[in-house]
């Protein structure tokens, strides 16, 4: 069982920046093998912001390519997400995400999800 708590967040201006930061724990060494920041608002579903994969590899949504940046730091068990040139529709509620490799044996991936937090960017 995985837990995220997430940090950071509140309300920036246009052109500002944030930074989310989100804390696991409980995971099993090495089971991880997907990290993401997902958001919501009400006026959309709920999108793929970012992703890394325990490799290191990167995705973005276009909508924030060259704008965010997830990082990921090992020793402190935290999944960040550094947000600059910040625009009025990234404010959503933003959700950190883990993926883990099922802990039972021939059993399904296991998903977990933080409890969000809100990013609001002033137009």
């Known amino acids: 069982q995985v837990q995220l708590v997430e940090s950071g967040g509140g309300l920036a201006q246009a052109g500002g920046s944030l930074r989310l930061s989100c804390r696991y724990s409980?995971?099993?060494?090495?089971?991880?093998?997907?990290m993401a920041w997902y958001r919501r608002s009400p006026e959309k579903t709920r999108e793929l912001v970012a992703s890394?994969?325990?490799?290191?590899?990167?995705s973005y949504d276009d909508s924030v390519k060259d704008r965010f940046t997830i990082s990921r730091d090992k020793a402190k068990n935290m999944i960040d997400l550094q947000m600059n040139s910040l625009k009025p529709d990234d404010t959503a509620v933003y959700l950190c995400?883990?993926?883990?490799?099922?802990?039972?044996?021939?059993?399904?991936?296991?998903?977990?999800w933080g409890q969000g937090i809100q990013v609001t960017v002033a137009s």
């Open positions: 409980g995971g099993i060494d090495g089971a991880i093998y997907l």
């Open positions: 995400h883990v993926r883990q490799y099922g802990t039972k044996m021939d059993g399904p991936d296991e998903y977990y």
């Open positions: 890394i994969t325990s490799g290191g590899y990167t």
